[in-house]
């Protein structure tokens, strides 16, 4: 045999990748709980767990239910939750005027896990899907079937006042109205509630992967059915300026958090906020990131919690301070061993 071919290379990257512990010492992204916010479905009574069929793993509870969920969250090392009611039909309505209810379910069920875990941190939407018949996030014009802006952002202000006062730590509006930071800023800190934190839904885009989450708060047809189209509030899908701009307006009206939704198809949106603003940044993998995976893997297509952390890994890669993730209570599991 003559002499082994060898190429003369200057840099062999290689030598870093040559086992476990020498690529642990070169990890670049890391996700642990603390990072990590879990969506919580709430329903009204004290009901078994209902499963959400388009999204394996995933409940609604009653408040007690609830209470004893956010607890385990905690023990596993996740201090936040994010909490969505899944409203009877009976209390939706055209203006969805439940929202102004000072006992709703929402409220109630901040209130309770408050009292029960004063420790969690919770962030809880605001807008009006959960309440409208029509699942549109505002008030929806007769005559132009519009959702109008302003008459939506003086409600939005209001139920921030009525979460802040129940207690919760960040107001999240989800809506995507124009102004709707700075008048909520304004309304909270015009009540005294100078601690109570916002959470922008900056770059919320008009997207397909939010169809099991509708199902899940029973606000449209049912898993597969078209979405409904919100794209005359939220991003277009393929507008990259436009996001940009969104969380730039969102950080001058007073945002403490900046977000970005869906997660997984817009790392690049991700990027390009965490280098433009100072802001904490999070991301929301929503309901059809996490319904694909799910889907895939039941299939055997595949691996569920190989595929599961590197979709959460190449988020905050992207540049996610926090995620909100229906995996988080899965994924901390994993990651303490328990
Ligand atoms: C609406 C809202 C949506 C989600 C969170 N808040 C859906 C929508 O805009 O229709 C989606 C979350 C998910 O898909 O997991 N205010």
């Not at 409208?132 to 959702?147: A, E, F, M, Y």
């Not at 939506?152 to 802040?164: G, S, W």
Request: glycine share 8%.
């Amino acid at each position: 045999m003559g002499k082994q071919f060898q190429l003369d290379l200057p840099r062999r990257p290689r030598r870093l990748r040559r086992n476990k512990q020498i690529r642990g010492l070169c990890t670049e992204t890391e996700l642990s709980p603390q990072h990590l916010i879990q969506p919580l479905f709430v329903v009204d009574g004290e009901v078994e767990d209902v499963a959400v069929e388009s999204m394996p793993g995933v409940v609604r509870q009653g408040i007690s239910r609830c209470c004893e969920t956010a607890r385990g969250l905690i023990d596993l090392g996740i201090c936040s939750v994010a909490l969505f009611p899944s409203l009877d039909q009976s209390l939706k309505a055209d203006n969805g005027r439940e929202a102004l209810n000072p006992e709703s379910l929402v409220l109630r069920t901040v209130r309770a896990l408050k009292k029960a875990l004063p420790e969690l941190v919770i962030f809880a939407d605001i807008a009006l899907d959960p309440y409208t018949t029509h699942g549109h996030d505002g008030l929806v014009d007769r005559v132009s079937g519009q959702v109008v802006n302003d008459a939506t952002v003086e409600i939005l202000a209001e139920m921030a006042i009525l979460h802040a006062e129940a207690g919760v730590d960040f107001v999240a509006p989800s809506d995507m109205m124009d102004g709707r930071i700075g008048a909520i800023r304004e309304a909270l800190d015009g009540h005294g509630f100078t601690e109570t934190g916002i959470l922008a839904y900056s770059a919320k885009f008009a997207s397909a992967f939010y169809g099991p989450f509708r199902d899940a708060v029973g606000s449209a047809k049912g898993a597969g059915a078209p979405p409904l189209d919100k794209g005359a509030y939220q991003l277009a899908p393929g507008n990259r300026r436009e996001a940009l701009m969104e969380a730039a307006l969102d950080e001058a009206e007073g945002a403490d958090i900046l977000m970005v939704k869906p997660a997984g198809a817009y790392l690049d949106i991700i990027r390009e906020i965490r280098d433009t603003s100072l802001l904490p940044l999070a991301a929301y993998q929503v309901s059809g990131e996490y319904a694909q995976i799910h889907a895939a893997a039941q299939l055997g297509w595949l691996d569920l919690r190989a595929a599961r952390d590197e979709s959460l890994l190449a988020i905050r890669r992207a540049g996610a301070d926090m995620i909100l993730s229906y995996f988080a209570e899965a994924y901390a599991r994993d990651y303490s061993g328990i």
